[in-house]
DNA sequence: CCGCATCCCATGTGATACTG
DNA sequence: CAGTATCACATGGGATGCGG
């Protein structure tokens, strides 16, 4: 690792040393949302090589960023404490970046971690506080996350539930987030289908959910 | 690029993407502390061949990170407002590794940007402002640093000038910025050398600046 | 299957030298 | 001084293999 070593004696050089490598705190930002096994970090990440995931949880760990976990016979990964302090700098991070989202190229996917994320980062708790308590389910391909906002407080679940809106979307999903698209032009245009319940409360969804672009 | 994508669409593989390669974000952490010319981030980040920094630096300009700007005949390097708005997600990134900084190894330098950012970092302002104005300069190898608080506002100046207390530090100065190593011990093992000025403002300047590690 | 390890090749990185 | 050019090598990417 000398070679690689970027030579200073530093806060944000360590920080780069630690968890500054390709795919690293992709994997962390999955972790963040629960623990996760190695088959399901590969299919988040579903371009990360195999032998790059491995080695980089081995990385992770030897940093103490994360640890494994054996759970009643099968192993998952979880953030150490120390991990789980990355938490505002990846949050802020995703949003520094989401403003520089252009438009989803053919390939690019959402995933339901982060999904997940940007949906944290983007939560407005004080705007949410004034809005009637909704629960949204929504599609990302075969995946399905459920939303719950109660008053200020955010339950996102990768699970099936009742939910007063269910939808399903793509990467376009991020234009009504931003504010660029509005709902009912979403759903006139595909971006966002309408599966159950009332269209109208996607508004509610993007005043809720909102980040700048 | 395509080989190198994420394939996911999301705020936190969106700034991967723009500044998440090697030395990128070493690079934005100098030009926080000011503009620069070419040589002098090579300079600051001695350790990075010059076609990488080149390379960089044209990166970093697409991506709308950095701008150059000719200056009286001499180009320099500055951010954007959008490349400004990293400060803060750099120096939360700066405190979470400067926890896990272990002892400096022996080719491990500091330079007086990365040093400018991690005493940003590490600033109280709420401490400061219960102390009296004080200046110090600190002389990191050849370089010096004119750090200028008063009250709870930080001024930081990489020229000379005059201070209540002038010293010389190596890396190990971190380790008292972390409350590990006490001022007196700091001074009597030669981690900092007193050059002018009473030695026991080292303590105020350890209470004004500190970082639990 | 799941959790990796191995191969091979394209690309990025690093050291040095060089040019306008 | 501000970069380019070149080349050796390390790392990343993709496919595939393999043991538990």
């Known amino acids: ?64 960023v994360i640890r494994r976990a054996p759970r009643s016979r099968v192993i998952v990964y979880e953030l150490t404490p120390y991990g789980r302090e990355l938490e505002p ?3 802020a991070f995703g949003a520094w970046g ?19 994320m940007d949906l944290r980062t983007a939560f407005r708790p004080q705007v949410a506080a004034g809005l009637p308590a909704t629960a949204y389910a929504a599609h990302f391909g075969p995946a399905e996350l459920l939303i719950r906002v109660d008053g200020p407080t955010l339950d996102l679940r990768r699970e099936e539930g009742a939910a007063d ?9 991020h234009r009504v987030i931003s504010g660029e698209l509005a709902a009912e032009h979403a759903i006139a245009t595909g971006v966002v289908t309408v599966l159950h319940g009332r269209g109208e409360l996607l508004n509610r969804f993007a005043s809720t959910f909102h980040l700048a672009a």
């Not at 040393?17 to 970090?41: C, F, N, S």
């Not at 989401?98 to 997940?116: H, N, V, Y």
């Not at 809106?165 to 999903?173: E, K, R, S």
Request: with cysteine; proline share 5%.
């Open 89 to 91: 700098v990846i949050l």
């Open 1 to 64: 690792m000398a070679a690689r070593d970027y030579g200073q004696y530093c806060g944000l050089t360590q920080a780069l040393e630690l968890v500054g490598e390709r795919w690293a705190l992709l994997i962390v930002r999955d972790l963040l949302v629960g623990p996760r096994r190695y088959g399901e970090l590969a299919e988040g990440l579903h371009r990360i090589p195999s032998n790059i995931l491995a080695a980089r949880l081995k990385d992770l760990q030897a940093a103490g």
């Open 98 to 116: 989401f403003k520089a989202l252009g438009d989803p190229r053919a390939e690019q996917i959402i995933t339901p971690d982060s999904m997940t």
């Open 165 to 173: 809106l269910t939808f399903a979307a793509g990467p376009g999903i």
